[in-house]
């Protein structure tokens, strides 16, 4: 049974940094991950995503700011996520491709996201 | 970056209506075009990838069309459990992007 469990959520204040995880299991590590955030009463939006073989996309709104990662010996995706500002609360979810490989992006899995808030 | 324009944004219907949720892209995704199920408090739900097909256990009531840029989903009998809101997402090229959303309210 595939899991995916994601951890570092915390309230941070704005310009400070912070490191997401997400736990996987199993599965092998060679399928593509993606991590989507859902602002507070906002629709979902895709930030980041690696593929199998460790080709990144990011969205315009964090390109710069945060870095997509992944160590396959742990099977655990990262974000790093730095100069946090305050449009950066939400959930964070990790999701994976249903498809091995390249990225073809359909979202089979899901963790159940991390709470993210950026806050003075 | 792909635009995804999704209508109506919101919708009532009571429970046996037949409901549909159209999606736009701003350019050809081919089929790309998946949708997903979301309710407050838990993680989106993988209901219809490449347009038309049936993630399993989801219930035969759901159907997607479309090709190129437009596509819909159909909810044939909506169901109380189905109050929700709806998302469709390309996957054609990065980055990944998804539709506003539709909520979906069973009176």
């Known amino acids: 049974e595939v899991q995916l469990l994601e951890s570092g959520g915390d309230v941070i204040q704005p310009g400070g940094s912070l490191r997401l995880s997400c736990t996987a299991s199993?599965?092998?590590?060679?399928?593509?991950m993606t991590w989507v955030r859902q602002a507070p009463g906002k629709g979902l939006e895709c930030i980041s995503g690696?593929?199998?073989?460790?080709?990144?996309f990011y969205a315009d709104s964090v390109k710069g700011r945060f870095t997509i990662s992944r160590d396959k010996s742990k099977n655990t995706l990262y974000l790093q996520m730095n100069n946090l500002r305050a449009e950066d609360t939400a959930t964070y979810f990790c999701?994976?491709?249903?498809?091995?490989?390249?990225?073809?992006?359909?979202?089979?899995?899901w963790g159940q996201g991390t709470l993210v808030t950026v806050s003075s | 970056d792909i635009l995804m324009t999704q209508s109506p944004s919101s919708l009532s219907a009571s429970v046996g209506d037949r409901v549909t949720i159209t999606c736009r892209a701003s350019?050809?995704?081919?089929?790309?075009l998946n949708w997903y199920q979301k309710k407050p408090g838990k993680a989106p739900k993988f209901l219809i990838y490449a347009i038309s097909n049936l993630q399993s256990g989801v219930p035969l009531r759901f159907s997607g069309t479309g090709s190129g840029s437009d596509f819909t989903l159909t909810i044939s009998s909506l169901q109380p459990e189905d109050s929700a809101t709806y998302y469709c997402?390309?996957?054609?090229?990065?980055?990944?992007?998804f539709g506003g959303g539709t909520k979906v309210e069973v009176k």
């Open positions: 999701a994976k491709d249903l498809v091995y490989g390249d990225g073809y992006w359909d979202f089979e899995n």
């Open positions: 350019q050809n995704i081919r089929s790309s």
């Open positions: 690696i593929t199998g073989g460790g080709a990144t």
């Open positions: 199993g599965f092998t590590s060679n399928y593509a």
């Open positions: 997402q390309q996957g054609h090229s990065t980055p990944v992007t």
